[in-house]
């Protein structure tokens, strides 16, 4: 229902751009970091991280001295078969994670994307539900005079505001997760080339169970946006009897409210990873 109404504009705005950002993050989620702005980000982060490869070689055999020499006491024990065969085999697969680190990592995201679209197929969703702002709620803002409209004035710039800080809080914690994916990608083989020593290692399974953990938030992310979908897919209550103001106040504390659960869920995704992953 259409209004020239500046206050229903005004919160149709709002709600328009709550709408907006829940559609962008279902676009997000559901893309990888070389699909997201055509490529162009992801070209500089591949470019970065094959810089960094040479940086991680050299320290790769920092890190592998300085295993030898921690774990190693004396140059017989070296000399000794089974030692040197374990000490090679450290050397290769370190090696071989930093050359490679780029395709694994690209492996692990390709996992949680087969993840959340199981999650969403699993849960029958292909979108978040919207807010749009009743019919009734329309009619009794247009059929107010203009001095009793004065105190929805104050209502619907409040409720706007709250709106619109919701939605940009909820799109930056998923823009934040896409940014740290690119930032974990671009500098892995500094800490991967910690696996060459053992004690050192500890740096590069923290580096990896890290990456699983930011990967693995979309899935969370996906999880909240199904279990926000289904809480408020019954329509905010109100009573038509309340004053335009009452009425008004009463159906946007209960979308802030409905709102408020998807951002703290949204915001605790990093969180609640961590606390299952043990980090």
Request: charge should be negative; aromatic fraction near 12%.
């Amino acid at each position: 229902m259409e209004s020239d109404n500046w206050i229903v504009q005004n919160l149709e705005r709002a709600l328009g751009v709550w709408n907006s950002k829940l559609r962008e993050i279902w676009e997000l989620i559901t893309q990888t970091p070389d699909t997201f702005k055509d490529g162009a980000i992801w070209a500089i982060i591949k470019d970065v991280h094959g810089a960094l490869q040479a940086i991680a070689y050299a320290l790769l055999v920092l890190f592998f001295v300085v295993g030898v020499i921690r774990t190693c006491g004396s140059f017989a024990e070296v000399k000794k078969p089974e030692h040197a065969f374990k000490l090679f085999i450290r050397f290769v697969l370190s090696k071989a994670l930093i050359t490679y680190g780029l395709e694994l990592l690209m492996g692990c995201i390709t996992v949680i994307q087969g993840v959340m679209n199981s999650i969403m197929s699993a849960a029958g969703f292909d979108e978040v539900r919207r807010f749009y702002l009743p019919d009734e709620v329309i009619e009794a803002i247009e059929d107010t005079g203009f001095f009793e409209s004065i105190p929805l004035w104050a209502v619907t710039l409040i409720g706007g505001l709250f709106i619109w800080v919701l939605a940009f809080i909820m799109i930056l914690n998923v823009y934040g997760r896409f940014f740290k994916l690119y930032m974990y990608t671009a500098i892995a083989p500094i800490p991967l080339a910690a696996f060459a020593g053992e004690p050192t290692q500890n740096i590069g399974k923290s580096f990896v169970k890290s990456y699983a953990a930011v990967c693995l938030e979309g899935a969370i992310i996906v999880l909240a946006c199904i279990i926000f979908s289904v809480f408020a897919k019954t329509r905010p209550s109100y009573d038509e009897d309340l004053a335009a103001a009452a009425m008004v106040w009463d159906y946007i504390g209960q979308v802030v409210f409905n709102m408020l659960i998807l951002v703290g869920t949204i915001k605790m995704s990093d969180r609640v990873v961590r606390e299952m992953m043990g980090l």
